[in-house]
């Protein structure tokens, strides 16, 4: 059946195999001349030196895969994608295919505004920063290599690609696209999953029917929005239940969280003294040098040597309260701000100092809580052509009701109290709910 797409040369190539680069897990991309201008910019090109998962890779030695693989393989997925629902009579009404080729674009450079470990510096909190997809502004501005690129060789405006990634304005067929790359059900968590647990070396993000799920795609009743038919069903679930064990083992993992803690507590420190414009446009490896030059002489020096130094020492785990346990230290402090956070670890420093007439300094004792954002949407509809009905998914599903209505992130993530290695033993016998209780209260 001829469509209206049929002339846009990445899904023409996706279907002959023609023009393909490969990246892994064995997936043929389309390499189109038009895709290769705007991958061979030096703005693209700088997310081959940022990393996906960032100090991940302390625990999971494997997690050392980029941004730009990541980017390949979303723009991939879109792909995929745009030719399941490209059969779609609603959706052909809807996207022409200037639209479609402004989803291939935004699919590729979803994640350009990226800075090196971006996601625990976004959790700080830090009075103006802009979120990263608000930051890709700065690498699409009037006058960049890549936007010269979107105008020659794709007739796209770079403001266009903004809209999707940052959304100024409100229609539909916005909707329908940033659905697509940003939704419950998305071509971003369809790559990352698989990446990630590829990448880690577990299977736990793998364990669900991609090709099912994609040939279950279908727009909700609206048009404004992804849907599923009732075959993509136990797909959809398995999709949700893969991240929530992705966040438990990988993302969440104590090890994991201890390295992001110390990584956070230390630039939340430095941040002051630090041009942040100029250094989120830095690689990985320039924005550990340029914090680690910033540290030295300071408390902070060790905890980025710790961390970036010739040898590996985390801090230990010497506490941890989940929702499960229906403990008042999780309610009281999961969620706050993270300048709370720091004020009630300094506060239990104060506390352990004169209790056990320990030389510990402010930084040996870092509290890690889930920050005030949630991670996880299930606001996606399943469509049973018998009853011409849509239903969402947590109603005929128990798997996604109990996340549901449990809360994600309550049961996937901890508030976690790590320590300096060698102060583990000395603080073993506190009474760490009844610190955490008094110094939230003081």
């Known amino acids: 059946m001829l469509t209206q797409f049929d002339d846009i040369p990445e899904l023409a190539d996706l279907q002959s195999g023609r023009s393909l680069i490969r990246v892994p897990d064995e997936l043929n991309v389309p390499f189109t001349p038009r895709v290769r ?31 730009f693989e ?40 979803h994640d350009l505004g990226h800075w090196p470990f971006c996601h625990p510096i976004e959790d700080l909190g830090i009075e103006g920063l802009v979120p990263h997809e608000a930051h890709a502004a700065r690498y699409l501005a009037e006058g960049s290599e890549i936007t010269q690129v979107l105008k020659n060789e794709w007739n796209i405006n770079s403001s266009e690609v903004l809209d999707i990634l940052d959304p100024k304005t409100d229609a539909p ?40 799920l994609i040939q279950s795609l279908i727009l909700n009743e609206k048009g404004d929005g992804l849907a599923i038919t009732a075959k993509g069903k136990t797909a959809a679930e398995l999709m949700v239940f893969a991240r929530y064990v992705m966040f438990s083992e990988v993302y969440w993992h104590h090890a994991v969280r201890s390295a992001t803690s110390m990584f956070a507590r230390a630039f939340y420190e430095l941040h002051e003294q630090i041009d942040l414009p100029a ?18 002489g300071q408390p902070e020096e060790e905890l980025l040597d710790s961390l970036f130094g010739p040898n590996r020492r985390l801090y230990k785990r010497a ?3 989940s929702h499960d346990q229906e403990s008042p230290v999780y309610n009281l402090i999961a969620g706050r701000p993270y300048s709370e956070i720091t004020k009630i670890s300094n506060h239990v420093v104060g506390q352990i100092k004169a209790e056990l007439s320990l030389d510990m300094t402010h930084l040996d004792l870092i509290i890690d809580a889930p920050p005030p954002h949630r991670e996880v949407e299930f606001a996606i509809d399943v469509y049973f052509p018998k009853e011409k009905s849509y239903r969402p998914l947590r109603q005929v599903s128990p798997v996604i ?4 209505t449990t809360q994600f992130d309550d049961w996937v993530k901890r508030v976690r109290v790590f320590v300096a290695p060698q102060w583990r033993e000395a603080v073993s016998s506190l009474d760490w709910e009844k610190l955490l209780c008094q110094a939230v209260e003081g």
Do not use: W
Request: charged content about 25%.
């Open 319 to 321: 506490v941890e309260f």
């Open 70 to 109: 990541h980017a390949l393989g979303v723009y991939h997925n879109a792909l995929r994608y745009l030719q399941q629902l490209c059969k779609d009579e609603r959706f052909q009404k809807i996207v022409d295919p200037h639209s479609a080729e402004l989803l291939i674009v935004a699919s590729l450079l």
């Open 401 to 404: 009701d109990a996340l549901a």
């Open 173 to 212: 067929k916005l909707r329908l696209l940033r659905s697509i790359l940003s939704g419950p059900i998305d071509v971003d968590k369809m790559d990352y999953l698989d990446r990630d647990s590829l990448h880690c070396g577990v299977p736990y993000g793998r364990n669900f029917d991609r090709q099912r």
């Open 279 to 296: 250094m989120f446009g830095s690689t990985d490896a320039e924005m550990v040098s340029e914090l680690r030059a910033t540290a030295t």
């Open 37 to 67: 201008a705007l991958v061979d910019t030096a703005e693209f090109q700088r997310l081959n030196d940022i990393s996906q998962l960032g100090l991940v890779s302390k625990v999971y030695p494997g997690a050392r895969h980029t941004r």
